[in-house]
């Protein structure tokens, strides 16, 4: 679970945008084999058992936008900072030298273990299997990320047709994996109020095959109040900011 | 961000924009999107935003749902917003 607090101040060129997030992220229990020491246990070579692990991070994020009649150019980059690691390890075995030695039920307390190493080890049957899944098959927010910049430009073919390219690059915090998006669309009216906007890309991933994708996103606006667009395009900036691509791309 | 950068849009717009979206790749994952945008006389806006995506891989089967709602208020110069969001990640 996740809360945003956002802002936005415009300036005669362009509006700069800042959000903050705290985020809450509970892991499955899972599997898991650790030394003695990274346990915080003593006489005791490594241990097995199952962990139930949970981390929470910050998000700071800042934006740029700048729009003309005919072309806009927007950028964003958001940097997550995880202050706080928590499981919980159930010993189930351990080893003393060569000789393990399961443990009886009722036998051991659970162990709460808080060094961000230890958490990271403990976790990792789960962080790692979603390595490079970032930004392409999970969204962006779904994905424990150490950062994400995007930079993007649009420009006006005609009065309704607008051209877009967009690159982004996210860090995974816990996988180790960079990967980078390139995208392009084009937007255009269907109808007097539904628009169609369709996308097409590629991301190249460290841990994952190359992925080559297109989406299209259909929206439709209420005609009751035409003439306030420029403040429904901010607030869409300032919802928009720091969500998935496809929420936009769409 | 590209709704709101675009210069096509711009003075086209309304009070509330319904939105829904599709997009799938070659490694057989698709995702689903589906959201609002509604904003009063006065500057106040909400925004829900939802999606479903799903990645079938050879060796491993990943799935995300997502959630996002937020206030917003529009003070002309700046803005002001608050916002909540969820995302349950599945692996198998």
């Keep these: ?250 | 961000m590209p709704v709101a950068a675009s210069a096509a849009e711009q003075g086209s717009s309304s009070g509330s924009a319904f939105f829904t979206g599709i997009e799938i790749d070659d490694q057989e994952s698709h995702r689903i999107d589906l959201g609002m945008a509604l904003e009063s006389s006065r500057g106040t806006g909400f925004d829900l935003l939802g999606s479903r995506s799903a990645a079938g891989a050879a060796s491993l089967d990943v799935s995300s749902t997502y959630a996002f709602g937020q206030l917003t208020q529009d003070f002309g110069r700046f803005g002001l917003g608050a916002g909540v969001r969820h995302v349950r990640d599945e692996i198998s």
């Design chain 1, 1 to 250: 679970m996740g809360y945003l607090g956002s802002a936005f101040v415009d300036f005669p060129a362009a509006r700069v945008t800042a959000s903050v997030e705290t985020r809450s992220t509970d892991f499955d229990e899972t599997s898991f084999t650790a030394s003695g020491a990274e346990l915080g246990l003593t006489g005791i070579s490594s241990a097995s058992g199952v962990a139930t692990c949970s981390v929470d991070s910050l998000g700071y994020g800042l934006g740029l936008s700048v729009v003309r009649p005919t072309f806009s150019f927007y950028a964003s980059g958001t940097k997550f900072d995880y202050s706080s690691y928590d499981c919980t390890a159930t010993v189930t075995s351990t080893t003393s030298g060569s000789t393990t030695s399961p443990v009886s039920p009722g036998g051991r307390a659970p162990i709460h273990v808080t060094l961000p190493a230890a958490v990271t080890q403990l976790a990792s049957n789960v962080t790692t299997r979603f390595g490079g899944y970032s930004s392409t098959r999970v969204p962006r927010e779904g994905a424990l990320l150490d950062s994400s910049v995007m930079v993007g430009a649009s420009f006006a073919l005609t009065a309704r047709n607008t051209l877009g390219v967009e690159l982004y690059h996210d860090s995974e915090e816990f996988a180790q994996s960079d990967t980078t998006t390139a995208l392009a669309y084009l937007a255009f009216p269907l109808t007097r109020s539904v628009s169609m906007n369709v996308t097409a890309g590629a991301s190249e991933s460290d841990v994952l095959k190359n992925t080559v994708f297109a989406g299209v996103k259909l929206t439709g606006r209420s005609l009751a109040e035409r003439g306030c667009g420029a403040r429904h395009g901010a607030r869409l900036f300032l919802a928009t900011f720091s969500q998935p691509r496809t929420e936009w791309y769409v």
